[in-house]
């Protein structure tokens, strides 16, 4: 009898928590939001609560009757409040203005304006956790995930890729360049879509005719379709967020590599202060495990782009100041501080040879051994560890027809970002 009653509970705990799990993140928060979803799970909690109290009651139970009804009625009060109360509580702990709200299957999607000494700017949340926002540092490094790699390219780019939307200032960034023809943004989520018409410098990427916007997983995008791409550059949250160590994985850079075309290119964004220097040095083990020629730039002081390709990627100077002088790249690029070719190019970091001696013998990251996932979102003082390291291995740009004034130019441009990483 014992063993018949467990297993009568456990079956049908079982079917609840499938059930569940269901219709609460897939109908009943989209549809009713967090705040009145929790509200009415509590409610029904209490009544089965209610129901076996009365069932088994004796006297002596009434009080424990009275209690759960008393906390029906405070639960209910719950769905007075609005559906973005708990927009207004992220708001209020970060000490800053709600601007957007949204929940979905995927999560709830804040945008909150936030005062700094240096001026206002906004942030995007996913699930209460800080993802990106529009600052001018996060606006220089997001334009450069875009443009470097594409100003640089060895061909002529006519297609391109961003995988993770966020702000929308790296898709927005495409737009700068006349030569593409096809412009794709993925996005998971449909209320990071809706929000970022909310930051400023992603020169109006999510409502531009001219951008594919589509609303998709990025790794299956290139899964379920055999599009072949010039370049491929993505941005999403860091490896520790649940789910997107799938981006930074050596499959998945197998998958990209063959989706590229002959001379395409991969640019991965790498945020330093995100992981120690062991899983640091995994993450990069992994890109340059399948792309034979890889360089290495500094976009901010807390971010790198690592850029891959199948062929040699030559940093022809007459190219690079050619597509520079375009009016809308070299508007786009100096009101974050990169006003020339020169200064472009002294954001050079090291090539294939300098990160394969960073990384040492570190082993890569792989679909089945995700290791730098399980880690903190943010790693005090790992950037004291893991920059020295990186310009450890620093090289001069491999400069092609420089003459003595551009590459003196070069030189000190890099000296000043040498004195900022000091």
């Known amino acids: 009898a014992a063993g018949h ?8 705990n079982t079917v609840g928590a499938v059930a569940g799990t269901m219709l609460v993140g897939f109908i009943a928060i989209p549809r009713l939001g967090l705040t009145l979803s929790l509200a009415l799970l509590v409610i029904l909690s209490c009544l089965i609560g209610v ?6 009651s004796t006297p002596g139970r009434r009080p424990v009757v009275i209690a759960v009804t008393v906390l029906i009625a405070c639960a209910s009060s719950a769905l007075l409040l609005p559906r973005d109360k708990l927009g207004h509580v992220l708001a209020a702990l970060e000490s800053g203005t709600l601007a957007f709200y949204a929940e979905g299957a995927g999560g709830s999607v804040a945008v909150l304006e936030q005062e700094t000494p240096a001026g206002d700017f906004r942030r995007l949340y996913i699930a209460g956790v800080s993802n990106s926002g529009d600052s001018l540092a996060s606006r220089r490094y997001m334009r450069l995930q875009a443009l470097l790699p594409l100003i640089v390219h060895p061909g002529a780019p006519s297609r ?12 927005g960034a495409l737009l700068a ?4 023809e096809q412009r794709t943004c993925v996005e998971l989520l449909p209320e990071v879509a809706a929000a970022a018409g909310e930051f400023s410098g992603n020169l109006g990427a999510p409502g531009d005719p001219r951008i594919d916007l589509r609303i998709a997983d990025g ?7 055999d599009e072949q791409w010039d370049l491929v550059t993505l941005e999403p949250p860091p490896p520790s967020a649940a789910g997107v160590v799938n981006l930074y994985s050596r499959e998945f850079y197998e998958l990209v590599r063959a989706r590229l075309s002959a001379d395409g290119m991969l640019a991965q964004w790498w945020p330093l202060p995100t992981q120690n220097l062991e899983d640091s040095r995994s993450l990069v083990r992994s890109f340059i495990d399948v792309f034979p020629y890889v360089t290495l730039w500094s976009t901010e002081v807390h971010e790198m782009m690592l850029v891959g390709s199948m062929r040699p990627m030559p940093l022809d100077v007459a190219r690079v100041r050619s597509r520079f002088a375009r009016p809308d790249v070299a508007a786009t690029l100096e009101e974050v501080g990169i006003d020339s070719a020169a200064a472009l190019l002294a954001t050079w970091v090291t090539d294939r040879d300098g990160l394969v001696t960073f990384v040492g013998d570190s082993p890569p990251v792989t679909d089945d051994r995700p290791r730098i996932e399980v880690a903190p979102w943010l790693r005090p003082g790992e950037m004291a560890r893991i920059l020295p390291a990186v310009l450890a291995v620093t ?24 004195l900022l990483f000091q």
């Open 5 to 12: 009653s467990i297993g009568r509970v456990t079956a049908w």
């Open 51 to 56: 129901v076996a109290v009365v069932a088994g």
């Open 160 to 171: 391109a890729m961003v995988i993770a939307l966020g702000t929308g200032i790296t898709c």
């Open 177 to 180: 360049d006349p030569g593409l």
């Open 219 to 225: 790794r299956h995008e290139l899964l379920r379709s």
């Open 395 to 418: 090289t001069d740009p491999p400069l092609l027809g420089a003459d003595d004034a551009f590459a003196e130019r070069v030189d000190r441009h890099r000296g000043e970002l040498g």
